[in-house]
């Protein structure tokens, strides 16, 4: 990599990484340093190939995801977190606030197995079409639609805030995940 090359390479981290971490945040449930490793394996992947690089951010978020499946293959096991009184409580009054319904919900994220927070975080924050998710994680279209499907009914039954039913009854509320997390 000549100068102007690493220049460029050091403008693009210094300008897209807050964004890039909060995805990678988000790919591995809410664990920091996991997503920060996450960043750095796929921007030193990147930094190989800068000159070569039609498209960095696209490159960048592609290792993102294929990474972050990688690892999730390789966990066939998880730990479940044991808690002394579930998340979703009946007869318990809703008073939180935004930010505390942004807590659930990577509290949430991170109950779920890494294949539905991954296709999730693909669907709703970064926004891309379920063929383009199948394609990046290498499964059908049928995959993406039912594993979404149930990954929100889990999030809905462990953040009873973003059941659609609920908008109705506290306006501060949507029911998509991605307003949550931005």
């Known amino acids: 990599m000549d100068d102007e090359e690493e220049r460029r390479f050091r ?3 210094a300008a897209r990484s807050p964004a890039l971490i909060r995805t990678a945040t988000l790919l591995t449930g809410g664990d920091t340093h996991a997503a920060e490793d996450l960043l750095q394996t796929a921007l030193a992947k990147a930094a190989g190939r800068w000159g070569r690089l ?20 390789l ?17 318990r009054e809703d008073t939180t606030g935004a930010a505390e319904l942004r807590i659930q919900l990577r509290r949430a994220l991170g109950r779920l ?3 539905q927070r991954t296709m999730l975080v693909l669907r709703y924050f970064e926004d891309c079409p379920e063929g383009e998710v199948a394609e990046l994680l290498g499964c ?10 149930r990954a929100l009914a889990k999030l809905r039954a462990l953040v009873p805030e973003l059941d659609p039913g609920a908008v109705s009854r506290n306006p501060e509320f949507g029911n998509s995940p991605a307003e949550v997390w931005k």
């Open 11 to 13: 403008q693009f981290v």
């Open 54 to 73: 039609e498209s960095p951010e696209a490159y960048v978020r592609q290792v993102l995801y294929r990474q972050q499946v990688s690892v999730w293959r």
């Open 140 to 149: 059908s279209v049928g995959t993406v639609r039912s594993t979404t499907h």
């Open 75 to 91: 966990l066939r096991t998880r730990r479940e977190t044991t808690v002394a009184e579930p998340p979703d409580s009946p007869g």
């Open 113 to 115: 197995t890494p294949r």
